[in-house]
């Protein structure tokens, strides 16, 4: 099986569109003995227009997952953003304690009927979380010796899915000065503006000026939110809020 | 040994050396707890750390280690070849054209924005190397954790076997194929910019 994956990606490397991509890994899913796959960011599709998200699930699912605003509280997804390799989602009840309405939603895509599953996480620094998850028809067993091979052709899909997205357009990164970055690093650890400009030794009106400058470019409002985007985009990392 | 060196610290071979191996023992031993040899307590060096290996390092304006590849042939024992052949479908990749990249390496001693910087150059210093020796495919033993940036450095990647769990992690094996390309590929993925394209200059040691 794994010759048929090697076929896949070397196929997918000549796509240019994501109708292309999603009939490839239709064919795929269909041949590795499952039935569904859904490639997406974990975003509200409906408001993130530069999203990607191709899938062949049941016709109602999508719009019922889109009106609930799931993309980004689903319980898949958000057990994928706790990890970085594959997870079957039989093991979701130890990788996150369930809501009651995160077993509302699980027991709604059986009811629809999609079956046991496997999701390939792919974060990139930088950019929005995304996964690409397969699944086999309600009732059918999910192939353990497959899961490897999943896992390979996940990761490339979401990389053939990433080099389309941006074809098609091409997003100015947000851009901080090194002086308004670690002011929002120090933020980001609790600090007040007078704090910082102690820190930092410069004076208090010039940080509020540069965490102004730097929220403006995100367009947020509040520095709660500015270092949120900042730790989200990969401006500043984990560690430089959490060391010491 | 060859030690190919990018940056303004190109002139401090030994120390960009000296704490490349520090920094390796902080990253592969401190942080990820693999089981390998440490001389001194300090340095992570092993058996492949010999007169073969080719190392590629990003130093900063001292010579301070911040990113760094160890390349092995493949036409001598190397990690893929030796150690995980059973992650290749067919035979290991073999060949005068085709290098093994191992210990990638970022410095933890530099923050996040610092370290992609140095990412991006040594992912850049590695496709240069590629096309000014003649290599043609770098192999190599990826963690999977790792393996949707890899493919997202935007150069052309493909798996050579099912990826398998070992005691050390989810391990899968790539061939990354360089070909004239690739720094265009590279680059629509801001990798390899001329702001930070690295000179580079060779010297045996």
């Not at chain 1, 397969?134 to 896992?151: K, M, N, S, T, Y």
């Not at chain 2, 150059?121 to 043609?136: E, S, T």
């Not at chain 2, 590929?185 to 390899?192: H, M, R, S, T, V």
């Amino acid at each position: 099986m794994f010759n048929r994956v090697e076929v896949f990606v070397r196929s997918i490397c000549r796509l240019t569109n994501e109708e292309q991509l999603a009939e490839a890994l239709d064919s795929l899913t269909a041949e590795l003995g499952l039935r569904y796959f859904a490639l997406t960011h974990h975003v509200d599709v409906r408001r993130s227009g530069d999203a990607i998200r191709i899938h062949n699930y049941p016709a109602g699912w999508a719009e019922w997952f889109d009106d609930q605003r799931l993309g980004s509280t689903d319980p898949v997804h958000r057990a994928s953003n706790l990890t970085s390799v594959g997870f079957a989602w039989s093991e979701l009840e130890r990788m996150l304690p369930l809501t009651a309405e995160d077993r509302r939603v699980l027991d709604t895509a059986r009811r629809e009927g999609i079956g046991d599953g496997f999701t390939v996480p792919a974060h990139v620094p930088g950019e929005a979380h995304g996964s690409c998850s397969f699944a086999c028809a309600a009732g059918e067993p999910l192939r353990e010796d497959h899961l490897p091979l999943l896992q390979l052709a996940g990761a490339f899909a979401f990389e053939a899915a990433r080099r389309m997205r941006r074809l098609r357009l091409a997003p100015p990164p947000v851009m901080l000065t090194d002086r308004q970055r670690e002011c929002v690093i120090w933020a980001a650890r609790g600090k007040s503006d007078w704090e910082i400009a102690q820190i930092l030794a410069i004076s208090r009106e010039t940080v509020i000026e540069h965490l102004k400058q730097a929220r403006d470019r995100y367009g947020v409002g509040r520095r709660t939110l500015l270092a949120v985007h900042a730790l989200f985009d990969g401006t500043i990392g984990f560690l430089d809020v959490l060391r010491r | 040994m060859i030690i190919v060196q990018s940056g303004p610290g190109e002139m401090h071979s030994g120390r960009a050396l000296r704490t490349m191996f520090e920094d390796r023992k902080s990253v592969f031993v401190d942080l990820l707890g693999w089981d390998v040899p440490v001389l001194d307590g300090r340095f992570e060096i092993d058996e492949f750390d010999d007169g073969h290996a080719t190392y590629v390092i990003v130093a900063d304006g001292s010579g301070d280690h911040l990113a760094s590849a160890r390349l092995l042939p493949t036409t001598r024992r190397h990690i893929l070849g030796s150690l995980f052949p059973q992650l290749c479908a067919d035979r290991p990749p073999t060949g005068p054209d085709i290098v093994e990249i191992t210990r990638f390496c970022l410095s933890r001693r530099h923050n996040s924005k610092e370290r992609r910087n140095a990412r991006n150059q040594l992912v850049a210093a590695l496709a240069c190397h590629a096309l000014d020796r003649g290599i043609r495919i770098y192999s190599g033993v990826a963690e999977l954790a790792w393996l949707q940036q890899i493919l997202a450095f935007g150069w052309d990647c493909r798996p050579l076997g099912p990826p398998a769990r070992f005691d050390c992690g989810f391990l899968g094996a790539l061939a990354i194929h360089i070909t004239p390309q690739t720094p265009a590929l590279l680059a629509a993925n801001g990798i390899g910019e001329p702001a930070d394209q690295p000179v580079l200059s060779a010297q045996a040691a």
